[in-house]
């Protein structure tokens, strides 16, 4: 068995260590073998497609660079189009999946559990500037609110001054936003809840066959602080937020239903990861992830309790994966995965 692996280390960065250590778990079995490239040109992957014969391709890159080398310009449909074009194998959801749970505004509309928010356009800014100011305006908007860039992923964008209490505060960030975002189309205000607990589930699995995990995301020096782009990058050791399990089993149970439902509503394949807010019992959606990090928050209580190493997780996929298109995994690297994970999995 042949696998593409593509990663990037810009903005939404998937090449790092973690990736490599399960490459090489991969790499360890007989028959199988996983190529693993960073930052690699659109014309280069198409080149490899048209010269080799992959079985499956993991499309780890969230961003497009097409247009211009250092700015995210969008999701990275261009890749994913070339995949369809050569009627490759992926693992992920399909094309039109991904490209709308990019857009945050209509993920969260069609979720049913958005918080109230309002859409900015970069032209209605730009040329009816007071049109637009007008909705900051209107009974839709509560105070706070935070405000998003609608269509980046990584929190791009998302600092502590994101989060703003009137119209004049909110004016001056959309204005800083759409400047240092030159791609950026529309920015999203939404309500922002400043007691709320956030949680993070992921989903891996097709249909009914998943395995859900629950995480809390639990402030290190007991206040909350909104989970920035820059604190995303640090390492695990200074962010301000860390893991922890869900310790409530009933709220467990409700998060992972939400999030089990939100994959079949949403047509989500193989893998991906709800973040939630939860404030006076009422679950809200805050994001959703096609291209989740397989990192310590992805399944972090069965990686953080020894049910299945970290190094493990992209072999676990590649199960999934096997399972939805009957391509053969090496018996070895089957057998080598957890027999509980296995038969979640299994029809």
Not at 53 to 77: I, K, R, S, W
Request: net charge negative; proline share 4%.
């Amino acid at each position: 068995m042949k696998i593409l692996i593509l990663a990037s280390s810009r903005y939404a960065p998937t090449y790092n260590e973690k990736l490599k250590k399960q490459v090489a778990y991969i790499n360890a079995f007989d028959n199988i073998e996983a190529e693993l490239y960073n930052d690699l040109p659109l014309y280069e992957i198409e080149k490899k497609l048209l010269t080799h014969t992959y079985d499956c391709v993991l499309p780890y890159v969230v961003f497009d660079y097409t247009h211009e080398e250092q700015f995210p310009f969008a999701f990275n449909t261009a890749l994913y189009q070339i995949l369809l074009y050569h009627n490759q194998e992926f693992i992920g959801s399909d094309l039109y999946t991904q490209m709308l749970l990019n857009d945050k505004a209509l993920t969260s509309q069609r979720s049913g559990m958005g918080l109230s928010n309002i859409i900015i356009t970069r032209v209605l800014w730009e040329n009816e500037r007071e049109t637009a100011y007008n909705m900051l305006l209107s009974s839709r908007i509560k105070w706070p609110s935070i405000i998003k860039p609608n269509t980046l992923s990584a929190s791009l964008g998302i600092s502590s001054e994101s989060i703003v209490f009137s119209p004049k505060e909110a004016e001056l960030v959309i204005d800083k936003q759409f400047l240092e975002f030159r791609g950026l189309s529309e920015i999203l205000v939404e309500e922002y809840l400043q007691n709320a607990r956030e949680y993070t589930v992921s989903v891996t699995g097709n249909g009914l066959n998943v395995i859900t995990c629950a995480t809390a995301m639990v402030p290190k020096n007991g206040n909350y602080t909104i989970y920035s782009f820059q604190s995303k990058n640090l390492p695990a050791e200074e962010r301000p937020l860390t893991y922890c399990s869900v310790e409530d089993i009933q709220l467990k149970r409700r998060l992972e239903d939400c999030a089990k439902e939100l994959a079949s509503k949403f047509q989500l394949r193989d893998y991906c990861r709800f973040d939630f807010l939860v404030y006076e019992n009422i679950i809200y959606l805050i994001d959703a992830n096609t291209i989740p990090s397989l990192g310590f928050n992805y399944m972090y209580e069965y990686t953080s309790n020894g049910m299945i190493r970290l190094e493990q997780l992209l072999a676990l996929l590649l199960y999934v994966f096997s399972k939805r298109t009957k391509i053969s995994l090496p018996q070895a690297l089957v057998d080598a995965l957890p027999i509980q994970f296995r038969m979640q999995i299994d029809d």
